[in-house]
Nanobody, 127 residues
Framework: QVQLVESGGGSVQAGGSLRLSCAASLYTDTSYCLGWFRQAPGKEREGVAGMSTRLPSKYYADSVEDRFTISHDRDKNTLYLQMNSLKPEDTAMYYC????????????????????WGQGTQVTVSS
């Protein structure tokens, strides 16, 4: 059973940075697509970034391209989301997600693609 636990959220002023972590109990001999999602109050959950544990491609929403970086430390079994140049519109609950898959492809941004979820960590950006 895959378990995901996020941490690293908090409050920051616009222009600041945060790094989110997701401790993931992934099986080392299995390929996964990993993703970060966020949900702001009154809005639908949206895909922020995605990546495969076996392939080099990384995927980003247009709204975070060039500001956010997704990475996975296989030795620490931890997924990260480095968030720079934060904006008030980045304020949301952030979730990490995983699904057993050899690749992410065009499904990475869809929350229906994933079947393992963390509990979320809150990010608040003030202007």
């Amino acid at each position: 059973q895959v378990q995901l636990v996020e941490s690293g959220g908090g409050s920051v002023q616009a222009g600041g940075s945060l790094r989110l972590s997701c401790a993931a109990s992934l099986y080392t001999d299995t390929s996964y697509c990993l993703g970060w999602f966020r949900q702001a109050p009154g809005k639908e959950r949206e895909g922020v970034a995605g990546m495969s544990t076996r392939l080099p491609s990384k995927y980003y929403a247009d709204s975070v391209e060039d500001r956010f970086t997704i990475s996975h430390d296989r030795d620490k079994n931890t997924l990260y989301l480095q968030m720079n140049s934060l904006k008030p519109e980045d304020t949301a609950m952030y979730y990490c997600a995983a699904v057993v898959s050899r690749r992410c492809g065009g499904d990475w941004y869809s929350d229906r693609f994933y079947n393992y979820w963390g509990q979320g960590t809150q990010v608040t950006v003030s202007s």
